[in-house]
Structure formats: C-alpha cells, structure tokens
C-alpha cells in the first residue's frame, strides 16, 4: 500500500499499486521533447500530477504519452472489461504511428461495396495496392491492450468510476477527482486532469464546455454459418438509404468470427431500431441464419464541442467532439488527439518539472490540433450535407464512387491521414462528375439553392 499527499493540498489517497503486466509490448521511441523558454513556475519536490479520465484509445495514449514523458499519471476506467459499439476500423498508417501488433487485427478489408437506396453496387477499393488494406478490430481487445500498453510505460490504472471533479477557485489549488472502489469513495489532488470519458463527458460538464449535437450508434454483432461467413471474409458493406438512416448510412463490417451490422442517426434518434431493422432487411439474405451474440448501442458526437481547453482541463477523443461527420471515424482521431495533448503537457511542462496554465495546453494542444485536423472535419461535415440528405443525393454519392480517381484519393487520404497528391486535370473531371451526378440525380438547382451558406462559409 502507497499513500500520496499533494503539497497543495491537504488529502491523503491511498490505493494499491497495480502489478506490473508480465507481457512484453512492441517498442515505442523514447519521447524527446524540445525545451522552450517558459515563465511556469517550477515543481519543487515531485513531478507534475495528472488524471486521465476515460480508458479508451483516447484516454490510454494520453497516459502513455504523459507517463513516458516524465509526469505521474493516473488513468481511470471505469469498466475495462466494455466495449464501446463501434465499426472497428483502422487506418493502415495508425498500425505503425501507435505500433499496434499484427495479433490484434480481426480482418483485413482489401474490398469493399457501396450500395445505393436503389441497391446500385459499387465495388470501391478496386485501387488499393497489394499491401494495403483497412484493419477491422473489437474495441475490447484493443482498448485492453492499450491501456495494458500505458500501465507498462509506468501509469497508474485505476478500476473505478469518477463521479466529480472539483475545480479550483485559484491557480495554485489542485484539481479534486472524487470516484468510487469497491463502494467506497475516494479523493485524488491532481495538477491537470484530460477528459477521455466519451460523448456524455462528465469532465466537460465540470468545465461548462458547452454541448453539441450527438448521433446515436446501434450494433448488432451476428455470428453466422461458416459459409456465409466466408463471404465477408476480407470485404465490407456500406448501405445508404432512407431505410438505413436518415442522414448516414448502414454497415457490415467482419469481425474475428462474426459480423457487426449496425446504422446510427442524430436526426432521428427515437426511431434507431427501425433503421436497424432496416439495414437488417436489406442485408437479410447474407446474414440469414446468424445468431446476435451482442447488441450496443452509443452516442456518437457530431462535432467538437465549443470548449475543448478551459484552466489546466483539455478534452480529448469523444470528449472533445472529435469524430468525422459523413464516415463517422473516431478511432484513430481519438488516440492522436489524446498522444498530442499529453505531449504538449510534457512539452509545457518541461518534462513534469513545471506546472503548466491554460495557455500551454492552447498553445501547445489546441492550437496544434485545429491546424492539422478542423478542416479536415469542416469538409467531411460539408459532404454529409450534400450528399446524405435523401435517397437522390445518395444515388449520386454511389455513382460518383464508382469513379476510380474518386477511390484512389478518398483510400490515399483515409489509409495516410494525409491530402493525397492529386491531378489537377482529373481534380477538374472529378468535380465536373460530381456536378454530373448531382444533376442526373435532379439536385443541382432546387436542393443546393436551400443549402445552409454558413457551411460554405467555413471554407472561405
């Protein structure tokens, strides 16, 4: 047993230091981190201390980032046996960038299909190289594995429910975790707290971070026979339709030994089982005879949240709104916003010597966060807009993606997480395409004409 006292504040914690995991993890380089000309004041006796709300790939490489860093860290899940219902769907690049072991990956999609309300099939990954695929993974597995990742870096993993956060009425005061163990309530004085704790962030009502919008995900894991399970051996379905979901679409996805079929919606949450019922029936022939071994469902944000840095509080993953309108990624952003922030914590704090202020994690985090991804977000809310608002703009979506220039940007982009090189010449056909497509679709003209200007705006 272990006690802690925080010099700036009276509250003794004792917990049990967890065992160290006896399995061996793939190597991280060492975290190096440039000093900088800062006016904090120095830490004097310990390092910095910071709180991880939120065990998911957000939450475990924030810790991972601040522990390997130099800062003490404590991560706190609340239920590390759950898993979040999500696609499972990976970009290649995050395999190398988070060195995620080969062990972890269910299935490598190499094809997929895209079927329209008038169930026109188009077969997009047909320019996918012979290396490169999308990884589907079950989030129990790899959440687990990452935050075993972040124990072994030297964080403290506590199995337990936060239910408040105290915030200090000056800057010398330490932030208050309050959270049950076992039925009992416990208190953990911490310089910095991240909110990885998901959509209903408990962190970010604490800080008054403002609400957004929310969908909802409904998923249903399906074990079928073996035959039809062949068929979705290495391939996944997306489906659009006003059957599937108002305003996104529908998927299969395979799994280890099952499928995920699942929709989600924000317009029209109440009615999630009707349009699970509806993915279900247009995908009915290839799944018959399945079993649901599992059903979840989860909101999902639908964009970041107004405040996402407030006092020595960032939110990350969920939390912060962090997840791709028209495709619905989250995974992937979710653990690169949480490494960035507990980086620029290290930075800001010159390796936990130095206690950090509102305007390191803005400059250091936010700042870096916003330059590299918001127009990312921006453009993929603008194509949500135009093409999944009715079954017209869904046809053009699907004929559009038939287009092979169309798929090699949209994989070169997805699978990198960075602005493909394109061709100008073709750049020009694709748009003349969509515009095309738009037309035979009868949109141009009484559709764009009501179209929100203020979305356009953003990119102006």
């Known amino acids: 047993m272990a006690a802690i006292t925080h010099p700036l504040h009276s509250l003794n914690v004792t917990f049990r230091t967890p065992t160290p995991p006896s399995y061996r993890f793939t190597h991280i380089p060492k975290l190096i981190i440039s000093a900088f000309s800062t006016t904090n004041k120095p830490i004097s006796g310990r390092r910095l201390i910071a709180a991880v709300i939120g065990g998911g790939p957000a939450g475990s490489s924030t810790a991972e980032a601040l522990a390997s860093g130099g800062v003490e860290t404590y991560l706190f899940e609340r239920s590390p046996a759950g898993a979040k219902p999500c696609g499972g769907a990976i970009p290649l690049c995050m395999l190398d960038e988070f060195s995620i072991p080969p062990e972890l990956i269910d299935r490598k999609v190499t094809h997929m299909k895209i079927i329209s309300p008038s169930n026109l099939t188009v077969d997009f990954g ?6 490169e695929y999308i990884s589907m993974v079950r989030r129990e597995v790899l959440d687990s594995y990452l935050r075993s990742r972040a124990e072994s870096k030297g964080v403290t993993l506590l199995k337990a429910l936060v239910t408040k956060l105290d915030v200090p009425t000056s800057p010398n005061q330490p932030y208050i975790i309050h959270y049950t163990v076992n039925n009992r309530i416990k208190y953990l004085p911490v310089d910095v707290v991240v909110g990885a704790d998901g959509a209903n962030s408990r962190v970010a009502k604490s800080i008054h971070a403002g609400n957004y919008a929310c969908a909802i995900a409904y998923q249903e894991r399906i074990k079928l026979p073996e035959d039809k399970m062949e068929y979705y051996q290495n391939l996944a379905e997306m489906y659009v339709g006003d059957d599937v979901s108002p305003d996104f679409y529908g998927w299969v996805f395979p799994k280890c030994d099952h499928v995920a079929v699942g929709t989600g919606t924000v317009c029209s949450k109440p009615n999630i089982k009707r349009y699970q019922q509806g993915i279900r029936s247009r995908v009915l022939p290839k799944i018959a005879g399945g079993k649901v071994i599992k059903v979840e469902a989860h909101p999902i944000p639908e964009h970041p949240r107004p405040v996402r840095v407030r006092g020595r509080v960032a939110l990350v993953g969920d939390a912060a709104g962090y997840v791709t309108k028209c495709s619905g990624e989250g ?11 507990g980086e620029a914590i290290v930075k800001a704090s010159e390796g936990g010597h130095r206690m950090i202020g509102e305007s390191d994690l803005r400059r250091e985090y936010l700042k870096q966060w916003d330059s590299n991804y918001i127009t ?14 009715n079954n017209a703009a869904r046809e053009a979506l699907v004929e559009l993606c038939g287009d092979e220039y169309v798929q090699r940007m949209t994989f070169e982009s997805y699978l990198y997480k960075k602005l493909a090189n394109g061709n100008r010449w073709e750049d020009l056909k694709m748009v003349s395409s969509t515009i095309g497509s738009l037309i035979r679709c009868k949109l141009v003209g009484k559709e764009m004409e009501s179209f929100d200007r203020r979305i356009l705006a953003k990119f102006v």
């Open 376 to 389: 990312t977000f921006r453009f993929l809310d603008l194509l949500q807009h135009v093409f999944y608002g």
């Open 126 to 131: 047909k320019t996918l190289k012979s290396h």
């Open 331 to 341: 995974i992937y952003f979710a653990a690169k916003s949480g490494r960035m922030c």
